[in-house]
């Protein structure tokens, strides 16, 4: 049995059972409703931020990358939803489905992000503590140690959604070329 990658990431619960529409329809309306919540939450303090030009001061900067990616991660959510939505109440639209996974990929990838943030901060926030209890000189390398894991925290995940994505795409291709040619 061959495995695609569209059937890892369609099917990953491996399970047979299917939600019904109105279900489906549900659970598209609490994702907005929630998500437009955490929009909110995060876009005010991505906003204060900036406005305030603190992003970069480092108390605020784990803070404001975590509302970041939480801003886009709901954003996307959002969007993701809204074309469930359509595409379900417009049986035409048969073009949304494919976005929906395509958004639904880039909102996984913002919720690892989240999460390699979540832990870049727990490491930041134990290098300050040894910093300060044992007045560390190496205070220049841990700096940059925590701006790489800033920074890998951000491109990992985007890298390996494009992966996944381009060779999802290029699967979906190459059946669509096959089913012409027969």
Not at 120 to 135: K, M, S
Request: aromatic fraction near 8%; charge should be positive; proline fraction near 2%.
């Amino acid at each position: 049995m061959n495995t695609t990658v569209a059937d890892v990431t369609t099917h990953a619960g491996g399970s047979n059972d299917h939600l019904s529409a109105h279900q489906m329809r549900t659970i598209g309306i609490l994702d907005i409703v929630f998500a437009s919540l955490s929009i909110i939450g995060a876009g005010s303090i991505v906003v204060c931020s900036l406005a305030k030009k603190k992003c970069c001061v480092p108390d605020v900067r784990p803070i404001f990358h975590l509302s970041l990616a939480d801003l886009l991660a709901s954003l996307s959510l959002v969007i993701s939803a809204i074309l469930y939505i359509i595409q379900n109440d417009n049986h035409d639209i048969k073009d949304i489905a494919e976005i929906c996974h395509y958004v639904t990929s880039v909102t996984t990838c913002f919720y690892i992000i989240t999460f390699f943030l979540t832990s870049t901060f727990a490491i930041d926030l134990l290098t300050r503590f040894l910093i300060q209890t044992r007045n560390s000189s190496r205070h220049k390398k841990k700096k940059r140690f925590l701006c790489s894991l800033y920074l890998l925290s951000w491109v990992v995940p985007v890298i390996s959604v494009l992966v996944i994505d381009v060779l999802r795409y290029t699967e979906r291709n190459e059946t669509l070329s096959a089913n012409v040619s027969e």
